[in-house]
């Protein structure tokens, strides 16, 4: 009932609004930047699989752009005026602008829906979070001139100047490249600050967590481990009114990390061929303790918003306690455990320093690979 009753006055808040709409100034009291709210928009994914051609493809995603620009100002003046916190991050669901590959190709989805580093898909976000004056993170498929054919899932954070802070590309995929999969390469290039990036901004030490990777604690500890406080979790995700693996997951990597999650999971899938409500619901807010402090119902919404106060974090994290799940654990204990399994191998996709570009099926073939490496060593 209290969450049917916070969208309704929402709706009548926001209806009675002069227009256009322009987001409330940020304070400049020290007190207010230690607590400020954070919100996980709930907006529907758009497919770009029945886009004729490349063309098309970007003139729907640009299209896109400015509607999720709205529907955030709208929201971010709600949420300032119910409880009083200046919203300065905003995090967006996964894939928001394209859905996922499914069956095309990945050289054909390369070229149709991957996002250019410096495309004007990121200058037209960008100029969201300038205008807005806040954080705002998002996930999309990129292109990478350093592999050409493919393509890597990128969550990104863009600042309050328009710019991108932080590129984080995913790392554990069932179905799509990753930089393990050209693991020496990616290594050369961008380094280990490039595969487990932390921004240390004004609001916080940001890091970022793509959809199911909630559920591989390794990912959210090794950004923890390199000063992460704050986790974007980009998701399109099964809504379900049970404790889903993934919902539990948001809680365990909060907890066991000390660390925010601000999980944004798509309100459905438009112009694709499954039912436009199944990735649906559940976007979260949870705090350094495990605890939910907000969650989304299904559908297009704000509701999942919450305060954020980095300096109780902080204090927490300094604290010699029982509590202290960060500073208690023992991380050496396991470094020969993990240093020694190679039954998931990397550079799969790299051939005499060359890129393969791999069929849809190489995928499934890697992970029957792995399966046998581990039936063979009788670990399974």
Same mark, same amino acid.
């Given at each position: ?37 954070? #919100? ?5 994914? !758009? ?65 149709? *829906? ?50 991108? #802070? ?97 999980? *944004? ?19 979260? #807010? ?5 605890? #939910? $402090? ?20 902080? *204090? *927490? ?8 799940? $960060?500073?208690?654990? !023992? ?47 009788? $670990?399974?």
């Amino acid at each position: 009932m209290e969450l049917e009753r916070r969208q309704a006055l929402a709706a009548m808040l926001v209806s009675a609004l002069p227009f256009p709409l322009e987001a409330a100034p940020l304070s400049n009291n020290e007190s207010d930047k230690k607590t400020y709210a954070a #919100v996980a928009l709930q907006i529907a994914a !758009r497919s770009i699989e029945k886009a004729p051609d490349r063309a098309a493809a970007r003139r729907q995603m640009l299209a896109m752009i400015p509607e999720i620009g709205a529907k955030l100002r709208s929201s971010v003046i709600f949420i300032q005026q119910y409880g009083g916190a200046p919203v300065k991050l905003a995090v967006l669901p996964e894939y928001v602008l394209t859905s996922y590959p499914g069956r095309i190709s990945i050289p054909d989805f390369a070229e149709k *829906a991957a996002l250019e580093v410096d495309g004007p898909e990121y200058e037209a976000l960008g100029k969201i979070a300038q205008e807005q004056k806040l954080f705002l993170s998002g996930n999309a498929y990129e292109a990478d001139k350093n592999f050409p054919g493919i393509y890597f899932q990128t969550c990104f954070i863009i600042g309050p100047n328009g710019n991108v #802070v932080l590129r984080y590309r995913r790392l554990n995929s069932m179905f799509a490249p990753t930089p393990h999969d050209v693991w020496s390469k990616y290594l050369d290039i961008y380094g280990l600050d490039g595969v487990f990036p932390v921004a240390k901004t004004e609001i916080g030490n940001l890091s970022a967590i793509a959809s199911e990777e909630i559920l591989y604690p390794e990912i959210a500890r090794a950004h923890a481990l390199r000063g992460a406080e704050i986790f974007v979790h980009n998701s399109s995700e099964i809504g379900s009114p049970i404790a889903t693996p993934k919902m539990i997951a948001k809680r365990a990597r909060a907890f066991e990390n000390m660390a925010y999650i601000i999980s *944004a999971n798509t309100a459905g899938i438009l112009d694709t061929g499954i039912p436009v409500g199944g990735p649906d619901g559940n976007s979260m #807010v949870v705090d350094w303790k495990g605890n #939910v $402090l907000s969650e989304s119902n299904s559908g297009e919404t704000f509701t999942a918003f919450a305060d954020v106060d980095i300096a109780a974090l902080r *204090a *927490a994290r300094r604290k010699p306690g029982m509590t202290n799940m $960060l500073a208690r654990q !023992r991380n050496a204990l396991f470094a020969a455990a993990y240093g020694t399994d190679s039954h998931q191998q990397a550079n799969g996709l790299i051939d005499g320093g060359a890129v393969k570009v791999p069929d849809r099926d190489y995928f499934v073939r890697t992970m029957e690979a792995t399966i046998e490496r581990l039936a063979k060593d009788g $670990l399974i």
